[in-house]
């Protein structure tokens, strides 16, 4: 139950929505609270109004409260994520989320409260995302400080009654942080060497971009260990937090997000993560990190050296480079899913999605459950015609062509990509309905993610980065620890109409066969306990393009958590261990299922050059 913190000024009572006693039929959506400053209740609808969230607060104090609510019109031209507030079963006098602004704070007037128990309600009025951060009633006039900077935040802690410090999260052997196929791999392996492992993951489930809430599978090289803890059950959940929970010396702190690390010298001493629903923040120690979040979290936040964007093709000679550096990357993608009722199923009207998604009208690309994705979808009108401006391998519409932010900044700006990407789906799905009433009369959203599938973001510099040209040509590293496949799968937005669709895209399969990845790749070149699993490894873009396969990712993971018990073992840096104790690298790795590939010619025939640590 929310905490009521007495103040000089008046008196305060701070209830935030994570708090909440039932949540009814709204979502929490923590993804955003590094951007906007707090988790929040999503009325994830669907166009269909959801269940009512409700709560009760104790007052302390009777009076006279003016009660503000903070929230976000995320279509500012239409408000279509309108919902109320009740207090004592007193509806306030005005409709939230139709201020016309981004997230802040709207003044609801003053209520009167005796002392005791106060309910309080949310109720949805759209089903079209409305969003709620927190409710404030005070007995003075002052507005509440808005935004995420360390000021709110201590405004909140205060209010909610938490600690000024940090709780202690205990000591590890190693710490890793995100907890998708690539995190999971690690800690797995790394609890069945016996180290004591951390993962701390920011969202209620394991797995990324393969969890339940995004449905991906695995690709690249996979293997025994990321074959077991991606293997689903009935209802697509994966298998990794149950492999997890029966490691002893592993702990899994879902719901955590990383925002901040203390760094001694060259080394991290600890990693910052604050809880999604009690706003707690604890301090994580350990000798050992691994970063697999995709985002290189870790490595921002201790100031290592990273790389973003298109390498031109004069930096590392590379065929498939652009000539100039395009600070581009690859984008975000919401999935979704439609089905066939036996009965009438009616949608309303949304201009302000139909605004995002023009005359679009094909809901190919759908995902069909968890792990099989990239179905054949409804579609309507003109959207039967192949555009022959479009190349002729676009004309399948693929799960990943419903793309969006190329050239937003992934780190700020990720709240209104999954918000434009949530508007082109619900464009989309009404005018196949609008168009052909009679044949879609029956056709209904069964799912849409509110959760986007992650693109590209910041990558490692490592002691080596690894190239298009290494890859083509099978380079000879002497430190390969791992071996990957795939494709480069290149994503060229840039659509003449539809911007939340690719204009093309390059899938080349080279010569089909594995390639190495040296272990100079997984360790950052400017911290000595830091290494990286996944798509952020040292790669350029091109390389990136097929290294970050999630199964790819997991015989990173692998490599790096054999790493990590073997510089404990020898008290040593990754960069020493590469140079002195590789042959036992190799062999942990092979013990662990993982893939280690022995130095092979280049398909030219000549001989590469060896290359050392």
Not at 483 to 497: I, Q, V
């Amino acid at each position: 139950m929310p905490r009521i913190q007495p103040a000089a000024a008046g008196h305060h009572i701070l209830v935030e929505a994570e708090e909440f006693d039932d949540f009814g039929g709204w979502t929490l959506d923590s993804q955003f609270e590094t951007e906007m400053g707090s988790p929040y209740l999503l009325a994830h609808g669907l166009g269909v109004p959801v269940a009512d969230a409700t709560t009760t607060i104790d007052v302390e104090r009777a009076g006279s409260y003016r009660v503000w609510v903070r929230s976000k019109d995320w279509v500012p031209t239409h408000h279509p994520g309108r919902f109320a507030v009740s207090v004592n079963g007193q509806r306030l006098p005005i409709e939230f989320g139709a201020g016309g602004g981004d997230w802040g704070w709207e003044d609801a007037g003053r209520i009167d409260l005796g002392v005791g128990r106060a309910g309080i309600t949310l109720t949805d009025l759209t089903g079209f995302d409305g969003r709620c951060d927190a409710i404030y009633l005070t007995t003075n006039d002052d507005e509440p400080p808005n935004g995420a900077d360390p000021d709110s935040r201590a405004w909140r802690r205060r209010l909610r009654g938490l600690p000024d410090h940090l709780v202690d999260g205990g000591s590890f052997d190693l710490v890793v942080t995100g907890g998708g196929v690539t995190g999971s791999a690690a800690a797995l392996a790394a609890g069945r060497l016996g180290l004591t492992v951390a993962l701390i993951h920011n969202r209620p489930v394991l797995g990324g971009n393969a969890s339940t809430e995004i449905g991906l599978t695995p690709r690249g090289e996979t293997g025994p260990l990321i074959k077991a803890l991606s293997a689903r059950s009935e209802d697509g959940d994966l298998a990794a937090l149950d492999l997890l929970r029966a490691e002893p010396t592993v702990s899994v702190f879902l719901e955590h997000q990383v925002f901040d690390v203390l760094r001694v010298g060259d080394r991290i001493v600890s990693v910052d993560a604050r809880e999604a629903r009690s706003g707690r923040e604890s301090r994580f120690r350990a000798e050992m990190f691994i970063d697999c979040t995709g985002t290189a979290i870790l490595g921002l936040l201790a100031g290592a050296e990273t790389m973003f964007g298109y390498e031109n093709r004069a930096e590392y000679g590379e065929p498939l480079a652009p000539d100039e550096r395009v600070e581009s990357h690859h984008g975000n993608t919401l999935f979704f899913r439609t089905r066939e009722r036996d009965h009438l199923s009616e949608f309303p009207d949304v201009p302000w999605a139909v605004e995002v998604a023009h005359d679009y009208a094909n809901l190919g690309g759908q995902l069909e459950r968890p792990g099989v994705d990239n179905v054949a979808g409804p579609v309507a009108g003109p959207a039967r015609i192949p555009d022959p401006s479009v190349r002729r391998r676009m004309l399948q519409p693929l799960t990943h062509f419903w793309e969006y932010g190329h050239d937003l900044d992934p780190y700020t700006e990720a709240e209104h990509i999954r918000d434009h990407l949530l508007r082109a789906v619900y464009g989309t799905f009404s005018n196949v309905k609008t168009l052909e009433p009679e044949t879609h009369a029956n056709l209904a959203l069964d799912w849409v993610a509110f959760v986007p599938g992650q693109g590209e973001f910041r990558r490692y510099k490592g002691a080596y980065v690894l190239t298009e040209n290494d890859i083509r040509e099978h380079r000879r590293f002497d430190d390969t620890v791992v071996w990957n496949s795939g494709a480069f799968c290149l994503h060229h937005p840039g659509h003449e109409r539809y911007d939340f669709r690719l204009r093309d895209w390059t899938w080349d399969t080279r010569d089909g066969k594995p390639f190495a990845v040296p272990f100079r790749c997984l360790y950052s070149i400017d911290l000595d306990n830091l290494m990286m699993a996944g798509k952020h490894i040292s790669v350029t873009h091109i390389a990136g393009s097929v290294t970050k396969f999630m199964g790819n990712g997991g015989q990173h993971a692998i490599a790096t958590a054999a790493a990590a018990e073997l510089c404990r073992k020898y008290d040593v840096t990754p960069r020493e261990l590469c140079d002195n104790h590789l042959d036992e690298l190799r062999e942990t790795i092979e013990e662990l299922g993982g893939s280690v590939v022995s130095p092979v010619r280049s398909t030219t025939g000549r001989r590469r050059p060896s290359t050392r640590c």
